[in-house]
């Protein structure tokens, strides 16, 4: 079945539209290395559910230890020696981060997550961080041996994630050359990382989002003694491997990145990276779905034949594999077009809203897809896919969580509805797709979007949810279906 | 809110369609017995996962013990002890074990399952036991008190439930007045019940469904010894309430119900039952879940207010609880019409095809909707949707298995188009919907399933699926919007 | 088999030691209740593992609540309604305490735990709380229906647990007419209590013990907050049906009881009740593993008998079982000494001080006698002994908890040591042995305790183990061949 | 500390007993590669609980996949590549096997089960297999790279253990050159397997032990298909490492292994090999609870100094330190001794019946000395000792295990008496330790032993434990003390 065997290799599937220069080798053994060897680990840690904290060690010292099986390490470690953080650095691009986060993402979408949260800590101590900073601590990030350092990125408190301004509570005192920080973070995704950049807003600062900064905070203090403790690892439906919790900072040393006004440009810098990055493992898990569910419809029979041969299937199956190629499209744009932006700084032209949107529309659509497919392929193995023997289950609890991090449907829409409303973000959109598209379908499009930015602000808002859902429809399957001048 | 009062009341939301006399009273006591005591227990059975099996007593005698915690054993009596499967018997009438049932599967769908494959058993045996059966096992299915037996319907083997004609290999040989069942069982779902109906193919009988017959299996022989052995319980990713697994017949006991050629209508008439249950706790699971968010949404704040009077949430939330009610008048229909053909026994008349057009059309679209109602409501739990902590999390376990109970979307659609082309159920539905749907819709539909069914076979099915969810949404959406007519 | 009657019943083997007038009524159908309703629960709150913590509300509240299956409180109730507290006061005896604890620990010894250390808040609470303190917190631990509080006694912090005066780092500030707490418990048991006792340093006072001062702690603030926080819940290798964990306390609102230079003798008070419930435990626990082995060895058959008929193993079953009832006896005189002095206060008489060497001897006699028993009971199981499934393997890993909880051996031993040393307590009790012992084995152990004082005092810790392990068995075993002078 | 260093290695307390030429260099790499690498795997496995069985592939075929984390595999193919099986043919000597077993076992007893069980399929293979039997699978057992086949050693059944001849009901049938087995195996170790022996009753076969005989089972027929299904894992308290579980034969491939009168000497032969395994592994396990105990004891403060410097506590280390020395010796006695005689065949010299005393005071006295060892271990970790957080609850639960393999107390102390009785083993013992012993107490035991083989048969063994006991602890001492001579 030759039209499935591409289904099989993410490194092949998405090597059109991300390219694999100069990487292609580094992608290729990297697969292998999962087929043969990550696999099972990657298995066995869903398997064994949330990993286990030691808090305390045999002498009574708080020590707040990750217990995952060794195997876990090795799988993690594989994609920092791999090259997944130092490449970036190295070639200037994000693409190597995203080339080698689709493969791992196919195999676990949720250790994309430690790789994410990492760049999401080099890049703006690169950017932001003083000279003395980035000479302590940049270089340990970008290590490709044992030694390496994790990141994280720790902004979203108890009363909820989408509404920074008010949410966050974590307050920073300043005191010589660096801050203390006092607060809880909730969501801490990658709790066994050596540095992290946290949101928290310093004493006297104005409320809402303009009043937070971006600080830098690392596991030890400066006298080897923990800077913060954990409060607990949260049981998730998935994403089983990475270790997700709550952080009690407690005159916790912290460094300042950038300035004090400037922490709410800084932190969406960081969204724009792991927003695209969930675009990315999103197609890269409904393609996971769909090998999987190919390869159980090619052997299971009913009424004589497999029931991938079965009209129906068939034809849901070849939709769907039309459908992921334009969500890799989406993906694959947003992806490039960060990589053109994601140098500059704030004030931003309009290439970055234009991403921006871009962002928003490939957050939503490919999560949905994602969600949509899992679920679908769950279907297609019946009983079979409710049992947490099988694979698909799991890829199945994936998905919800691609959903949800980084913001749901509900938030994309709504931010890009404002991108839209204030910076004219979708006229940029146009243009770009302009040579590419229908030119009556992309009329009708401009024509629906100029219509609904006249409506009352509330009216905009309820209406929403059509139009934007239509727009990524849009976008994705001109971009799928004019590939050559899509990536440009 | 009073718009979202209702959501909260399952008894509340679903009179209109199901009818509450002559049971209000003790729906009403059933749903404050959940409210007050059955909901935690409900809860810490899922949290503690599927349960274990104790194979032998310590004397090494083979036991097969179902090891629940005895609090899963008082909510699983509550419900037979309200009357589930007597009061259908008293009454004649399979409304009350509708009704009970939607408020079950409110607050567990998982727990209705047992008292479906329950009245599953009862049935068949009723109608078409024989009298010393019939003296020997009914009455044991029909008591409201701690000494019922609990029913279990068996059908599929390992290679797969859709083509039992095919699947199942289990023989049945006869001897004296019973017979003995050799082969394996791989869904049987209440594997602790006393007595099930299980399909399997008499020795000599021809292949395919014709062949199969429907046979009664005690769980102890005469002589007291287990007739058959569990060889474990399957690990899912919901409904823990009910203990699903493999069972060994080796020279089972076993009756046989009916005649050995009637066995595929029998085994149907058992399907019927169960699938407009699964509609019904689909509808409750989607109620639920509507709940849970709605209660969420209304104390969870952003940008200075509860999110649910955010106006795209609000929108979302007002289609959708249009939607339910929709869904609602479809499984409601479903159960009226199979209330008014369940007594026939086979050659069946036109009304038993309509039944089953209705049957198959609701069980896939309010599947679909609990799906997608529990992928929404966890999606407005944001973060905290993914935790197990919170109880969202779990209806969207619970959707995945109602999706795929008792046949998939892709089955329903197929069997749907079936009984459209072989025994033109489309035809009576139509003149059942003439008098309440809009005239110009309605002539739109006929024109689109009366060309659709002029098509090749192949083309029939390949393009089926759009069809067959207009269908489901138009008949669900009349009935809905003439519920008066609808009910009759 | 007569001689196996006995052990099947706790209340009929505790009767002639601990008596069990007035409540023999009451004994009975608590055990028949066990036997009947308890016994499963008890497994399938062993079997679920740790319970769970939820730490916040879906509104973002902490709220700390411990998730066990409701089935547990009924359990947990179930002794507090059949007075276990209430009748202590009531009959101003603790022998209700202990009787109704015995039956309780044959069936579940961690369960004894809740109530042991509820006694333990009550006891002080009403002999050193304040006429106000009295009032409003009293008559919520002394009701037999739902709403009695629990208490809890929490003492051990994270640098260790027998050495109180140097590791107890929680301080106490007092303000207006109440304490404010900060610190760390380490070891704290009945985690869900609302109301509990608290060793806590004032500020100014000296180090050690002498400076400790015990506070009441109730589980919420005067104005409905939580008063502390639960760090978590600790994974133990047994008692899972009593919750042990780490405390938070955070300018928690205290109260002192008595003086606060009298804390070490109210927290040696209080400790007085829970060595000696860890003794009554460890007895009904052995008698409890016994039964088991005994029930095992009556059905399992080899070399053509009963393994209870091979000579071996009946000669070590009847040895255990005069040694059973030696360790009874030695355990009901210290709950039948406490009964006598538990009224005093400080400076305490004689008799206060036979107890505590009683009290020590009892706790490492019993305590390594139900270790020995169950490991017993476990190899006469073979190797169905090490599998989960069935009772015994769960008695083995009780016991362990009642070895090391409330002071290891080697703790009792140099505690023990020290009463002989420093209140010449071995001078008492050889006074109340006389009557009941052999002249010569009496003389020659007072001979022998005598020689042992004289040593220097590294030399008389060096080699106490022997002595005191002689001076129990002779102890326990005169007190159990001369009863009814025991008794008194 | 110089007196707790040789405590920390146990290739060093091991070396002067078991030798450790030719194989100092491998030993000291494989312990090495315990200490950096496998400890954490191994208490990963521990966590990790019961493996996982997956039965079926997802096109339905039986495949009884064991799915331990990778990790595990490498663990355990580690002691297989050091030669743990290899070296024994190759220098003819079972001493490489217990020397690297004594090094796994102080890191994980349970994982020395697989390689003892895989040397007791390899050498009956070897000694009785045909020709052709050997050519076929024995090159398999003894590879050194991940393609070795692992053995299992598969004897009881349901009924129980001791009494074989009773309770195995595996029925063996002659077909052509090989045989068909059915029946149950209850007690299966290393499920996993790719070849198990197997106790089996040829049809026509006497009753009794004399009526059984030695199968060579393979995993997998020559078609490739299982050739048994393994019906479940079982959940034991300790031994993770091994998958124990319970076998079903379906009319599986056999061969015979010597004649079909021998089977009771081969299944003895077996059993001589994993009963000195488990000596060897109580002591490496009494050893590692030590290390653990010294390692806290020296951290751990209270009054003001650590806690192994108070005078009792250094008191029972020291005493305990010395024991262990005589377990060593005991056990290495044991092994040296085996070493002469595991190729004799029957009928057997009177070296071999002392071997068989030997054997059966060191697994009787090692186990207890293990069991008693790790409870003290624990409660030196007071508290802490009984949370799953900390080692030393590990080696508490997995001593009992030990205690209870290859036989109970119970059982050793029966079957070394017959081998008194009836073989005079004791008269050769005596003889061995004249040399060494000092003259008064030597014939102080003689007597001893003399006067209780004289009583009737059923006091000889109601009184036989104490004797026994003594026996052992006189050999052990005995042995230790004169080390130069005991080794030869």
Known sequence: ??????????????????????????????????????????????????????????????????????????????????????????????????????????????????????LGTAVPLEKYGSKALKARFLSHLLRIDGTIWQGATWMTEIKGGSDLGTNVETAAREQGDHWYLNGDKYFASNLGAELAVVAARPEGAPGGVRGLALFLVPRLKENGELNYTIRRIKDKIATRSVPTGEIELRNSEAWLLGSREQGVYLILEVLNISRVANSIASVALAQRAMAEAVFFASRRKAFGKAIIDHPLLLQ????????????MALAGKAAKMLNEVWRQTPPYDDQYHLFRLLAHLAKYWTAEFAAQTCKWAMEVHGGLGTLTEYPVERWFREAMILSIWEGTAHRQILDGLEVMQRKHAHKLLFEQLRPLADRNTLADMEARVAQHLQQPPDEQETNAETLFADLARFTAETLRDCPAQATR
Chains 1, 2, 3, 4 share one sequence.
């Not at 849901?316 to 969500?327: G, P, S, V």
């Open 1 to 118: 079945m030759n039209e499935f065997a591409q289904l099989m290799s993410p490194s092949a599937f998405s090597a059109d539209t991300l390219g694999d220069t100069p990487d292609a080798a580094v992608l290729a053994a990297y697969e292998h290395w999962w087929t043969t060897q990550g696999q099972p680990v990657s298995e066995a840690v869903d398997r064994a559910g949330t990993p286990w904290l030691r808090m305390f060690d045999r002498a009574g010292t708080r020590i707040d230890e990750i217990c995952y099986p060794p195997d876990y390490w090795s799988m993690l470690r594989k994609g920092y020696r791999e090259g997944i953080i130092a490449r970036v650095f190295e070639q200037q691009s994000l693409l190597p981060f995203y080339r080698i986060g689709y493969i791992t993402a196919f195999h676990d979408p949720g250790l994309y997550c430690p790789y994410t949260v990492s």
């Open 316 to 327: 849901q199956f070849r939709e769907r594999q039309h459908a992921l190629r334009a969500a």
